[in-house]
């Protein structure tokens, strides 16, 4: 019996039942991944026990030789594993990076340019409901309709027009390269800073499987938990040129005490970001996107801008007849997992739009490859175009319980 089972058989049987619900279904939230032993071990540490406001060598409480030594090694690897000049490793999340980016090189009411959330953005991107776009001007570019990509002849006009003190970039539901480099280049035609949001994207970037963001903007944001493979947590990376500004706006600026436990985490993150194993890893997500949007499309499934390149598929469900409310369900009860979302320019309102997002990074975790995902594509194809046919349903989930089984959860 374990410790937690034997002082709190209630929470230990949640956490039995989500380690067995995650083993027994496939998870394809573009946004999840699974995290190795290693990760847990340090993010369950004692590490937790410890204040330590303030960066290494130069906190407000003592006792912190320690965790600085956590928080070198994590800040130096990340430096190391994405070229850049500067890291900081204690946002607790993607939007308090974003936040902490934010508030290093903006005044409130500041004008900023970012893509639209319908179009694939993020909350944290200036969305009227989230502080972002409480606290400063923001402007959205919209997709381009015809190729449902970034069009930069957009970008341009509007930054031409608005003059942004900041123009950002980075997606939650965005399938294809974003060209960083052209985006760079508006930015200082304008005379703007230019950040990228790559949480989607980073063990990608990490991996080599998508190009990076580091050498063209001033400050990049990130999670360390999606493709990254880490824990659930933020990071900044920066020109050393912000760096005071961006390691102030993180502490005291918009946070307190860093979570020591997670900053160790992510420090095993990056080294196991770092190995050939990550790299292969990296090229296979995207190839197992590819065969999913690919054996989709064969179906007669609609993928927002005809494909991917990365490890998400954006599915428009009318091509099918029916609404991702519908398709996310219908999708669960074969124990298949993954959400609805918006697509570009969707005529339907965000809690029964017309997308699914479909992403790789956990399956491909569990080791799953090109002919697994064609199993599951096949699966998903079926449901997708007769989703209130039972009998079928309840046969898929009988096949996906045993390809679970030969997958593993815990590495
Ligand atoms: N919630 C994340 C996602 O699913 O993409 C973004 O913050």
């Known amino acids: 019996m374990t410790d937690l089972e034997r002082r ?10 989500e380690e067995r619900r995650q083993q027994n279904e496939i998870n394809l939230i573009a946004s999840e991944n699974i995290v190795s032993s290693a990760v847990l071990a340090a993010q369950g540490s004692v590490l937790t026990n410890k204040y330590a406001e303030g960066y290494p060598g130069k906190r407000y409480y003592g006792g912190c030789e320690v965790v600085d030594r956590a928080e070198e090694l994590a800040r130096v690897r990340a430096c190391k594993l994405f070229g850049a000049e500067h890291a900081n490793v204690q946002p607790h999340s993607g939007t308090q990076a974003n936040l902490a980016a934010y508030a290093a090189v903006l005044e409130p ?13 993020h909350l944290s991107h200036g969305a009227k409901v989230s502080f972002s776009g409480k606290a400063y001007e923001f402007h959205h570019y919209p997709l381009s309709r015809e190729t449902e990509r970034i069009d930069l002849g957009i970008v341009e006009e509007m930054a031409r027009a608005l003059r942004p003190k900041l123009i950002v970039t980075g997606a939650s539901a965005y399938p294809r390269h974003i060209d960083f480099a052209g985006f760079a280049r508006i930015a200082r035609e ?32 990130t999670t360390t938990h999606k493709t990254l493979r880490g824990p659930r947590c933020g990071m900044i990376l920066c020109r050393s040129s912000f760096a005071k500004k961006v390691d102030s706006a993180v502490f005291p600026g918009t946070q307190g005490g860093p979570l020591m436990h997670l900053v160790a985490a992510r420090a095993v993150c990056f080294a196991e970001a770092a190995t050939p194993e990550f790299r292969s890893y990296a090229a296979q997500v995207v190839a197992n996107a590819r065969k999913l949007g690919e054996v989709l499309a064969r179906a007669g499934v609609r993928l927002v801008s005809g494909g991917t390149d990365n490890h998400l598929i954006l599915v428009d469900l009318r091509s099918v007849g029916i609404t991702g409310d519908v398709a996310e369900n219908a999708l669960a009860r074969a124990r298949i ?8 320019f969707d005529p339907n309102p965000p809690r029964r739009p017309s997308g699914l997002r479909i992403g790789t990074p956990a399956i491909t975790t ?11 594509a096949e699966w998903i194809a079926a449901i997708l175009k007769d989703p209130g046919n039972e009998a079928r349903t309840s046969a898929i989930a009988n096949d996906v319980l045993d390809l679970c089984g030969r997958f593993p959860t815990r590495y």
């Open 366 to 376: 569990r080791g799953m490859g090109l002919e697994e995902v064609e199993r599951i």
């Open 190 to 221: 304008v005379g703007a800073l230019f950040l990228v949001d790559m949480a989607h994207i980073a063990g990608l970037v990490a991996g080599g499987a998508h190009p990076s963001p580091v050498p063209h903007a001033d400050l990049v944001t």
């Open 109 to 121: 009411r500041d004008k900023v340019l970012a893509l639209e959330l319908a179009h694939g953005g």
């Open 8 to 17: 709190d058989p209630e929470i230990a049987r949640i956490v039995a039942d």
């Open 337 to 344: 997992v993954a959400n609805m979302n918006m697509i570009p």
